[in-house]
């Protein structure tokens, strides 16, 4: 048994070694932070005096307050709409880039390219687009409409930065999708063709199901990042008006900012159980079964 | 049930992970952003026992000559702060035991990097510290008590000689002081002198006479029914609405500082005046989002705000060719003279090992030489009395239509009220400003908006 374990070590030692760096940095950037976070929710700390200790204090605070509860409202508000319309404009550009257009390559380009503009950057032009002498007012008039304050209404603030989001992402699915769709051999539609299949039921049974891996994926990812929108709240609104485009991370980094460190880590820590479980849950229902 | 275990044992580590990226979503799906840490939060741990006691114990009678490196931060930024090399030389000069080492700190972490340096006993020497942030850090025996270490003489002179109420109100917190004012920022109404020329309307001194001229002073650029121009900034935070509710007799807590009292009558009613001003069409909600104000002076959609001595630099930068076409007033009131108080302040942590030098360079930069460069070099106004009273600034500005803007806002500090010093003021400042957006845009009335917002208030003093 000894002799079986020793060898077995000897046999993984350069593999060990070579995970070892990450290993560590994972450790003392992520680990470490993440459990000293953990013990700073269930403490009153300002960052200047000595934790307090109050236990589970801050976290029914949170799951008790209407603010932070309308908080909440506004995140799932913006991961809904965003996870509803994006993937399906991009599974849509997908589709229709995967017939043989010309300049494929080019409107590929196109779509992917707010992608890898810095969402500081996109939001910062479109912040100037919905502005009241802005381009959408401009042609909203063109056509007779009125204007509206896009950013300063309350009702319309929310959509306003999710469509900016939805413009700015897009492009990512469209191409992952591609690449799938690319990916799924052309025999099968050929068979679904000989079938009798139409264009409705090829994409039904033939396209998407293969897919699915790719959807799981896109909506993993997709649904993470969304509750941790930030970037576009801060540069488009700053949570307001009111707290109506406050989102759950942009109330997390106000209250670090506020020196509220229990606080604060005790969102940090609710954000991650409500990530995991999404994820665990999208996996466990929606994963490949072998 | 292990090996069954493993997958998910994986999924969840992969979420945390994920979860805990920080700006690494790349490329970013849909209604995604990039990450800021959630779980993995950066984090110091707090050090036991680096609360050091408040009063200094130096001896203010003999100079101890021992050379020191003195820590400064900065806040003012490289390019416009009062504490430029020349400066720091000529100071080094005059006190050759002292090596100045200036550090640039970003105003937006400042407060972060400061408590995470405090806390763990590495604390600057000299800070510059936004005076809203004074309550917080006052509140924590974060910083050193001046008028101990200083006798209450600042240059050779009372520091009540040298500073108007206001300020030394602000400077305050127990029975001493716990910062030197270096800068301040309090309101005063900036508006459009020769459109008030053209259409006959008499500076406004009082609140009904401000709405009056606001009123003539909108025009409907467009024919839409609706005035689109030479409007009066409505700005939905606290330190617009404090204006407004000092002036009308109102404070924003009770003395003891446990209780919302900004929802009063008082507050209600200027509240009220601000949505007056919207509802009449005259007034343009600008909300902090929208930045600075001159993209909307230079198109014309606003041509009256209030504001302090800073936006005279904006005003200049920003707008140079309506030189001559500016001119400031002291702010209209309804019951009194009111405005916010803020402004930067010079301070010693608790913990600085060098307390005597730090005094020597907080001293030096308050002399009346150097306070006037506080205007000169960064365009901030200078706190103290003999720089404000200085020909310097008091001389004429063309900007300004030839007046000396100085003078006014030098009224308008002796009249200029801090904000509350309690521990959870940054915390109630956030709840007002959130709520004043209700009762601004119209979805409620003044009353309820102020109500709701002293409730939350009072959830967090209760703390």
Known sequence: MEGTLARRIRAGLPGYLLVAPAVAVTVVFFVVPMVVSGYWSLTQYNGIKPPTFVGLDNYIALLTDPRFLRIVQNTVFFVVMGMAIGPLLGLGSAVLLNESVRLRALFRTAFFLPTMVSLVAVATVWKMLYQDQGLINDLLGVFGLPGHAWLNDPTTALPAVVVTSIWQGFGFETVVFLAALQAIPRETYDAAKVDGAGAWAQFRHVTLPGLRATILFIYIIGIIGSFQAFDQIFVMTQGRPGISTRTVVYELVDEFQRLDLGSASAIAYLLLIVLAVLSFLQLRFFGERD | ?463
């Not at chain 2, 009558?265 to 200027?270: F, Q, T």
């Not at chain 2, 030189?323 to 010079?346: E, H, N, V």
């Not at chain 2, 706190?383 to 300004?400: G, I, K, N, R």
Request: proline share 7%; hydrophobic share 40%; charged share 15%.
């Open chain 2, 1 to 463: 049930m292990i090996l069954r275990m493993r997958p998910v044992a994986v999924l969840i580590a992969t979420a945390i992970v994920l979860a805990g990226c920080s700006g690494s979503v790349s490329p970013a799906p849909s209604g995604a952003a990039s990450a800021v840490p959630s779980a993995a939060a950066s984090a110091v741990p707090s050090v036991e026992g680096s609360a050091v006691p408040a009063e200094s114990t130096v001896p203010t009678a003999s100079l101890d000559t021992t050379p020191v490196t003195l820590t400064v931060w900065d806040y003012y930024g490289k390019e416009v702060t009062p504490f430029t090399p020349d400066a720091i030389a000529a100071f080094q000069n005059e006190y050759p035991w002292i090596t100045v080492d200036r550090q640039d700190l970003d105003w937006e972490s400042y407060l972060q990097k400061f408590n995470v340096a405090v806390s763990s006993g590495q604390g600057p020497d000299v800070a510059t510290l936004d005076m809203t942030w004074i309550p917080t850090l006052a509140s924590n025996d974060v910083l050193l008590d001046l008028k101990a270490l200083s006798g209450g003489m600042l240059n050779g002179a009372p520091i009540t000689d040298q500073y108007s109420k206001g300020p030394i109100e602000a400077m305050t917190y127990g029975d001493g002081y716990v910062t030197m004012m270096n800068d301040f920022d309090a309101y005063a109404l900036y508006y459009r002198a020769d459109l008030f020329e053209q259409k006959g309307i008499p500076v406004p001194k009082t609140w009904d006479e401000l709405r009056a001229a606001a009123k003539k002073l909108a025009e409907d650029s467009n024919g839409d029914g609706k005035p689109d121009k030479y409007l009066y900034a409505v700005r939905p935070n606290t330190f617009h609405f404090s204006q407004f509710l000092f002036q009308n007799g109102g404070q924003l807590l009770n003395p003891e500082g446990t209780k919302a009292t900004f929802n009063s009558d008082a507050g209600v009613g200027a509240l009220d005046y601000q949505v007056g001003l919207i509802q009449d069409g005259s007034g343009l909600y600008w909300s902090d989002a929208d930045g600075d104000l001159p993209p909307a002076l230079v198109d014309g959609r606003v041509a009256m705000f209030s504001d302090g001595p800073y936006y005279m630099g904006l005003l200049k930068s920003g707008v140079p060719d309506q030189s001559g076409k500016w001119k400031i007033a002291i702010a209209p009131y309804s019951k009194q003279p009111g405005s916010y108080l803020g402004g930067t302040g010079l301070s010693i942590p608790a913990g600085s090992a060098h307390q005597q030098a730090a005094w020597l360079f907080i001293q030096y930069f308050l002399r009346p030489e150097q306070q006037i460069r506080v205007y000169t070099v960064t365009g901030a106004a200078p706190a103290t009395t003999a720089a404000l009273e200085s020909p310097e600034l008091t001389q004429p500005d063309p900007y300004f239509g030839g007046e000396a803007p100085f003078t006014v806002f030098l009224d308008t500090m002796a009249t200029a009220t801090h904000f509350p010093y309690v521990a959870a003021w940054s915390q109630v400042d956030t709840i007002i400003s959130e709520n004043l957006d209700a009762a601004l845009l119209g979805k409620t009335d003044s009353r309820a908006a102020l109500d709701e917002a002293a409730v939350a208030a009072d959830a967090e003093l209760a703390k």
